[in-house]
């Protein structure tokens, strides 16, 4: 069974929130909330934290600065992967990978099959990675951004969880782009 090491030493990694809405302002954030409290309590440093709205352009161009950022190891979305007419998250995720992670969608819709139902088929979550920078979309709830964080990311960016985890490849990302 997958387990946390403690003999391995914790490493924090420097994560940014991305709010994609067309009507939130930091001031009613659930989503963005509930990700960065996350973050905070497992140790991690929020080095940014941004709302944009549902379009296309904007979302690529956020990610662009902060995938070029070197300060920045993951960029976590909230918003924006349902299927309505303004859901472009996923295509502005897809139009910025070099690699998708086509796990994290699957497990995240597993994980939440438990909890909703069939109603996780609406979801478009989505994983990548570009330019050693990890990108991950989850739904704009406030329940399915802590159902993303503790079923997937709060393990997965932990260096002690063993079998193996997201932050052991880290230094392994850019190998293609030597």
């Not at 924090?12 to 996350?38: H, P």
């Not at 699957?106 to 990548?128: K, V, W």
């Amino acid at each position: 069974m997958p387990k946390i090491d403690p003999k391995r030493p914790f490493l924090a990694v420097n994560i940014a929130i991305l709010t994609i809405s067309d009507t939130r302002k930091a001031e009613n954030d659930k989503s963005g909330n509930v990700l960065e409290k996350c973050i905070k309590e497992a140790g991690h440093t929020l080095k940014g934290r941004v709302i944009v709205s549902d379009d296309m352009e904007k979302i690529v161009a956020r990610l662009k600065i902060w995938i070029a950022d070197p300060e920045i190891d993951v960029v976590i979305a909230t918003g924006g992967t349902g299927v309505t007419g303004r859901d472009v998250t996923p295509e502005a995720f897809k139009a910025v990978y070099e690699k998708e992670i086509e796990g994290f969608g699957e497990l995240f819709r597993m994980l939440s099959y438990d909890l909703i139902g069939t109603s996780t088929i609406q979801s478009r979550a989505t994983g990548g990675v570009a330019n050693g920078t990890y990108l991950f979309a989850l739904p704009g709830s406030p329940g399915a951004c802590r159902d993303g964080w503790n079923g997937i990311l709060k393990q997965q960016l932990d260096n002690r969880y063993r079998p193996c985890n997201f932050v052991e490849l880290m230094p392994r990302l850019k190998e293609s782009l030597k």
